[in-house]
């Protein structure tokens, strides 16, 4: 099992990436979300607190070209859910649940952004509160096939008790590439969480690559009082 800091350290742009999982203490859940941008248009964001979840906004209006796959919420929260993606699949997730459907339900609903020739992955991942002061956790992926773009493959992880000190990190992207940067392969990688919510975040932060990097969420969340913690970075916010 690796830090986050060992695993992102290097990588010029793993894109957007979320992490649920229980910390070492074994009484905070976390869940921590970031977001990379290479064109202007991608950069030109911030995280914003939206009532108990996350929104992202542009930070200069009149810079924003093309909102559709850029703003969203990336964590909404219903009841004992906790819900977070990297697009507007929150918003269906959220619809889906409603209604007394899936996770999955809502997910095959969908598929990967039409941003070709990259065809991002969505990615989307949901922590569930249950009595005993525990959770459950499910992540996903939705990518393009390699040998036929147009072909949806749509991947479900489920954790269905959480290990002390250990959480998982998926992200959209391999690493950096032109003109078609490679999608996220294989299963959701093990990462160690340990530290306050400072600490974590400010780990998190410096792993990922400076020039690319956008904005961060990190939140405990105290399974037997309910308090959360949150910290939000952002890389406009800093100058």
């Not at 649920?20 to 964001?45: C, K, P, T, W």
């Not at 819900?83 to 649940?97: K, P, R, W």
């Amino acid at each position: 099992m690796k830090t986050a800091q060992t695993y992102l350290n290097g990588n010029t742009y793993p894109g957007r990436g979320l992490l649920i999982g229980l910390h070492s203490d074994g009484q905070n859940a976390v869940v921590a979300y970031f977001i990379m941008g290479r064109s202007e248009n991608s950069r030109n964001r911030i995280f914003v607190k939206d009532g108990s979840g996350l929104r992202t906004t542009p930070y200069d209006a009149s810079k924003m070209t093309d909102p559709s796959l850029v703003i969203y919420s990336p964590v909404r929260i219903l009841g004992n859910h906790v819900i977070v993606s990297n697009g507007d699949q929150t918003d269906t997730i959220y619809e889906y649940l409603q209604a007394n459907k899936s996770f999955e339900q809502a997910l095959r609903s969908r598929t990967y952004e039409p941003d070709a020739p990259n065809y991002t992955p969505r990615i989307s991942g949901m922590l569930v509160k249950k009595p005993r002061h525990t959770f459950t956790y499910k992540l996903s992926i939705l990518k393009a096939s390699e040998s036929a773009q147009k072909v949806c493959q749509r991947f479900f992880y489920e954790y269905e008790e959480p290990v002390v000190g250990e959480g998982h990190l998926i992200h959209t992207y391999m690493r950096d590439g032109n003109p078609v940067i490679p999608s996220f392969v294989g299963e959701p990688v093990r990462v160690a969480i340990s530290g306050s919510v400072d600490a974590y975040t400010r780990t998190l932060w410096n792993a990922l690559n400076h020039e690319n990097k956008v904005a961060l969420f990190v939140r405990y969340i105290n399974l037997i009082t309910g308090e959360t913690q949150t910290k939000i970075e952002n890389k406009l916010r800093e100058f």
